[in-house]
């Protein structure tokens, strides 16, 4: 057997343009299946960081519509629906308000629509991020509805570059009214894009000045634990439901179904994806078992040889097998080299880490040699069955 290797390797040598064109299919197959993988896999670590960050024991809940027509839900979150949640359902730790409104804000000469978001107190801390310089708002901000305002970190960039924002003072306007807030903090920057381009102001200050006696468009409400997260989600919908008539009322998503959601949705495209890439193995497959048929033509004579000599069949069969399941076992290296070589320039070009999957490269390459072995089984078969007679007569 491994003179039929090294033989095999002296015919690569002495047809290497054949041999070339012969790997390529396996090589781009290969590879495509690591590159693919690995970036189906990083999209999910991605995803995960993503809402991870958010925290997992937390729920969202916005209205909805009474009906599928889209009439209006009558659910207003106010104080008192606030109160009736902690009353009427189990396991809930902390309920925060949030509103959003568009706000043009300036320093010196710098102006520009901001997204505004008037939060409780906590709420930042809740998505656990992080403060670059200063503090979050106070209980007391949250009470008293002071005038201060936290930058996300592109944000204070803008305004500020160079990097002294902490102590400033920013005029906003809203509700065609003009504010003066004061900065006290300022978020790190987030890789994942979260709270990106934005400025908080305490949720106090936005219902004495701005909207007295507002109603939240979203409530985030944390979960005793993140275990109880998903439950807590149903019987939140299920409260509503009961409540309004109407399964639409509300819409309520908790953060660890939104992430096994979109984690299931990427690994269903990576698979996908993969299969695809795996169909130029096939192809390469039959470019590899329709060379092999050449060169069982071409070498008809030496099997003749081999025959006359005392090669049996299976002789035969397993040197032509050998030398089709080598093709791809050299394609199978190559195209591990390449996919990584790819994954780390895609890496480097996104600037964004990669994860290569060592069971990718051990299932491609495991792969490509049973479809060596497969494509090879017909020529091999072929040379196996030649009368030695006729293969020497050349005829």
Known sequence: MLEDFINAF???????????????????GVASVIVITSMGSSSTKQIQDTFGSAGLDVVSVSAGFMSRRGSSSSVRFDETARTDLFDNIKNIKKIWYKNSLNVTMTYGETSSSVNCSAIETGYLEMYNLELEKGSFFTVTDNE???QKIILSHDTAENYFPDGDAVGKQVI????KTTFCFEVIG???EQTTGMENGSAFIPRGFYAKKIT?????????VQATSADKAVNLATEIKSYYTEKTGSEYSVNVMSMQSMLEQMSEITSTMSVMLSAIAAISLLVGGIGIMNIMIVTVTERRQEIGIRKALGASPADIRQQFLIESASI?????IMGIIVGIIVALAVEYVQSNALIISVNACIISFVFSVFVGIFFG???ASRAAKLDPVIALSGE
Do not use: Q
């Open 186 to 188: 300022v978020l790190k």
């Open 377 to 379: 089984l017909n020529p």
């Open 172 to 175: 906003l306007v809203a509700s």
């Open 10 to 28: 002296k015919n690569f040598k002495s047809n290497k343009t054949r041999t070339f064109l012969s790997l390529l299919g396996v090589i781009i």
């Open 328 to 332: 791809t076992l050299l394609g199978g």
């Open 212 to 220: 007295p006696n507002p109603t939240a468009a979203t409530v985030m």
């Open 144 to 146: 008293e509805g002071t």
